[in-house]
C-alpha cells in the first residue's frame, strides 16, 4: 500500500506492459550512492502506487523533468531497451539555455565516459523563442535567453548538457556543466533551483501491439514559472515537435 505522505506520481501513459511517468524534478529514478541524502526514488514510488514491480527503461537526470518509462515484466523491459539501444525510439526535450541560440543547429561532438571510453554523440536542436530581460549580469547590459526544443539522436550520459554547454550555451540551472553565474543569478532573483531540462516526449513501436506509441509530458510548474517570466507563454501552444 503507499503511504500517505508519499508522493503520488503522474501516470501518462499504462498497458499491461509499461507505464510512464512524468518524473518531477529533483527525484531520483533509483537509489544511488552518488546521492545518499535522497529518500524516495522513482521506482519505489511507482511500484508502490501500482502495487507491483516496476523496471525502470531507461534513465533521466536526477535534475531532469519529464517521460520516465518503466516495463512492468522483465521480458518487455529488455524489448524497450533494445528499442534505446537501436535508436527506435524518439525523444524530444525541452531547454532554457544562456545567450541567444542558432535558428537551428547539429551538434556532433564525442562524449568521454568516466572510464575514459570516447562515444560519438549527436544532438539536434530547434530554437522556438528567444528573450532579452533589461538586467545587466557580468559584462553585459541585458541578459539574453532561448527556449530550445532539443533532439538527441544518441543517449550518452549527461548527452544535452554537455553538448550545450560545449556551444557555449549552458542549460540554466545545469550544475556542473552550467554557468555558475547564471544559476546564482536566478537563485537569488526569482529563487528558482529547477535544472530547465523537460523530457517532453517519447515516440516509438510498441514491441507487442506494433502500435505507434507517443507520450508527452505536460511541463512543470517551476519550468512553466520561468517561461512566463521570459514572455514564453504561448510559445508551445502551436508547436508540432
Not at 539555455?97 to 543547429?105: F, H, K, M, P, Q
Not at 528567444?130 to 549580469?137: F, G, Q, S, V, W
Not at 554557468?179 to 532573483?189: I, V
Amino acid at each position: 500500500m503507499q503511504k500517505e505522505d508519499s508522493l503520488a506520481l503522474d501516470i501518462l501513459y499504462q498497458d499491461v506492459y509499461i507505464v510512464a511517468i512524468n518524473k518531477p524534478h529533483g527525484l531520483l529514478v533509483h537509489p544511488s550512492p552518488l546521492a545518499r541524502d535522497a529518500d524516495e526514488f522513482a521506482m519505489q514510488l511507482l511500484r508502490d502506487q501500482l502495487s507491483q514491480f516496476v523496471y525502470p527503461c531507461h534513465r533521466l537526470d536526477r535534475k531532469t523533468g519529464g517521460v520516465l518509462l518503466f516495463a512492468l515484466n522483465t521480458a518487455q523491459n529488455k524489448n524497450i531497451q533494445m528499442l534505446f539501444a537501436e535508436r527506435k525510439i524518439d525523444k524530444v526535450y525541452f531547454a532554457i539555455v544562456r545567450g541567444y541560440c542558432d535558428d537551428l543547429g547539429e551538434i556532433d561532438y564525442p562524449l568521454k565516459r568516466d572510464d575514459g571510453t570516447v562515444q560519438e554523440a549527436f544532438t539536434a536542436y530547434r530554437t522556438l523563442a528567444r528573450a532579452e530581460l533589461p538586467i545587466p549580469l557580468g559584462m553585459h547590459d541585458t541578459s539574453r535567453y532561448s527556449l530550445v526544443i532539443v533532439k538527441p539522436e544518441t543517449g550518452r550520459m549527461h548527452q544535452i548538457r554537455k553538448h550545450f554547454k560545449h556551444i557555449l550555451h549552458p542549460i540554466i540551472g545545469d550544475r556542473p556543466h552550467g554557468c555558475n553565474k547564471q544559476n546564482k543569478f536566478f537563485k537569488e532573483r526569482w529563487q528558482m533551483h529547477t535544472m530547465l531540462l523537460h523530457a517532453a516526449s517519447l515516440s516509438f513501436i510498441h514491441p507487442e501491439t506494433l502500435n505507434l506509441v507517443r507520450i508527452d509530458a505536460p511541463i512543470q510548474d517551476e519550468f512553466q514559472r520561468m517561461m512566463a517570466m521570459m514572455g514564453w507563454e504561448r510559445a508551445l501552444l502551436k508547436e508540432d515537435f
